[in-house]
């Protein structure tokens, strides 16, 4: 039997699920539900760590064998839109070389999303900037 607290908090839930689904879109709504790429990984390649004008932090981890993206993944302190965009800029970069990875920009991540509101395109940008700082980082010698 299911109390009435517990009916309240699913009509609650699903009036949540509906408001994100009409303000970002069926994309941005899935990878929201099921995002893709999160978590730590242990010894990158590269690792980029970048904290927005926003105040959120992301995080992203490469691993690249002969100079091809094998695994990304991402960590964020950030809203749900910084992480759906970091699991968007770490699937752009599965199996790109590094010289490709230049073109994953916020431009590029928006591009797969379609148009978020205006408050929120910059987590676009703070992800493409967060997957060139960890690209940046898997340059530098000794790497």
């Known amino acids: 039997m299911t109390s009435s607290f517990d009916k309240f908090a699913d009509s609650l839930q ?6 994100v689904m009409k303000t970002y879109g069926e994309k941005v709504y899935e990878r929201w539900r099921n995002p893709r790429f999160i978590g730590t990984m242990e010894s990158p390649t590269g690792y980029g760590r970048v904290t927005g004008t926003c ?5 992203i ?3 690249l064998e002969d100079g091809i993206v094998s695994e990304a993944s991402f ?12 699991s968007v800029a770490c699937e752009l970069a599965m199996k790109k ?17 379609g148009e978020l509101p205006e408050d929120d395109v910059h987590c676009a940008f703070l992800a493409a900037e967060t997957l060139q ?11």
């Open 14 to 19: 699903e009036e949540i699920n509906q408001d």
């Open 55 to 59: 105040g959120d932090t992301m995080q």
């Open 61 to 63: 981890f490469l691993r």
């Open 75 to 86: 960590t964020t302190d950030g809203c749900g839109c910084s992480a759906v965009c970091a």
């Open 97 to 113: 070389g590094v010289e490709r990875l230049e073109d994953i920009t916020g431009k590029a991540i928006l591009g797969v999303l």
């Open 133 to 143: 700082a960890a690209l940046d980082a898997s340059m530098k010698p000794g790497k």
